[in-house]
C-alpha cells in the first residue's frame, strides 16, 4: 500500500542550527510531493511542493526540500532556525488529483 | 482577501447525535476537500469535490457524506455519531487542479461524549 513516513515523531534543534525533517514515501510511481506546517490551534499552510522539474524545490520562511527518486524521500530542510519556526510539519503525497496522503507529523521544537 | 473559512469552530456533540460541518472555499476555488485529524495525527482525507461532483472518497463509513453548492461552498455530514469522530475537520479548496496545493481553512474542532 502506498504511505508516507515521516521519521522522527519529535525534532528538538537549537535556534541557529540546521534543521532537518525526513519524509519517505512507499511507491515505484513518483508522487506529487508537499510540505505543510501547522501552528496550535490552525490550519495547515503550505510551505512547499514539488510536482516537476527541479529536485531542488525552495518554499516560504526560508525552508528547502529535494526530491530524491532513488532514495524515495523529499526530506524538509532550513539553514537556520528561528524561534518561530516550533510548530508541526506534514510531508504529504498525493498520486492522482483526487486525494492527499499526510505523513503522520514531526513536532519541531527550537531551544534558545 | 477571504481565506477558507470553516464554521462552527468548534462544537460538542453527544454520541448517536448528528453534525453538520460547513466550509467556505476561497474565491474561484472549485475544489473543496474535506479531511479528518485525529489528535496526534496527520489528516486523513475523506471526501473530494469539483464542481459539485464528488472525486475522490477515503476510507470512512458511510456515516459519513458531504456535499458541494454552486456556489462552491460545500457541507460535510456526520451521522450516528462515536467518541472515535471526536477530532478536528479541516477544509481545503485549490483551483481546478489541487495538485497546485490546497489552501486549508482552520478547521472545525468536533468532541464527542
Known amino acids: 500500500a502506498q504511505s508516507v513516513t515521516q521519521l522522527g515523531s519529535h525534532v528538538s534543534v537549537s535556534e541557529g542550527a540546521l534543521v532537518l525533517l525526513r519524509c519517505n514515501y512507499s511507491?515505484?510511481?513518483?508522487?506529487?510531493l508537499f510540505w505543510y506546517v501547522q501552528y496550535p490551534n490552525q490550519g495547515l499552510q503550505l510551505l512547499l511542493k514539488?510536482?516537476?522539474?527541479?529536485?531542488l524545490v525552495k518554499g516560504i520562511n526560508g525552508f528547502e526540500a529535494e526530491f530524491k527518486k532513488s532514495e524515495t524521500s523529499f526530506h524538509l530542510t532550513k539553514p537556520s532556525a528561528h524561534m518561530s519556526d516550533a510548530a508541526e510539519y506534514f510531508c504529504?503525497?498525493?498520486?492522482?488529483?483526487?486525494?492527499?496522503?499526510f505523513g503522520a507529523g514531526t513536532r519541531l521544537t527550537v531551544k534558545p | 482577501d477571504a481565506g477558507v473559512t470553516q464554521s462552527p469552530t468548534h462544537l460538542i456533540k453527544t454520541r448517536g447525535q448528528h453534525v453538520t460541518l460547513r466550509c467556505s472555499p476561497i474565491?474561484?476555488?472549485?475544489?473543496v476537500s474535506w479531511y479528518q485529524q485525529v489528535l496526534g495525527q496527520g489528516p486523513q482525507f475523506i471526501f473530494q469535490?469539483?464542481?459539485?461532483?464528488?472525486?475522490g472518497r477515503g476510507n470512512f463509513p458511510d456515516r459519513f457524506s458531504a456535499r458541494q453548492f454552486p456556489n462552491y461552498s460545500s457541507e460535510l455530514n456526520v451521522n450516528a455519531l462515536l467518541l472515535g469522530d471526536s477530532a478536528l475537520y479541516l477544509c481545503?479548496?485549490?483551483?481546478?487542479?489541487?495538485?497546485?496545493?490546497?489552501?486549508f481553512g482552520s478547521g472545525t474542532r468536533l468532541t464527542v461524549v
Open positions: 474565491s474561484g476555488h472549485k475544489s
Open positions: 514539488y510536482t516537476t522539474g527541479a529536485t
Open positions: 481545503a479548496s485549490s483551483l481546478a487542479d489541487p495538485i497546485v496545493g490546497y489552501t
Open positions: 511507491s515505484s510511481v513518483p508522487p506529487y
Open positions: 504529504a503525497v498525493s498520486w492522482n488529483n483526487n486525494d492527499m496522503r
Open positions: 469535490y469539483y464542481e459539485k461532483e464528488e472525486r
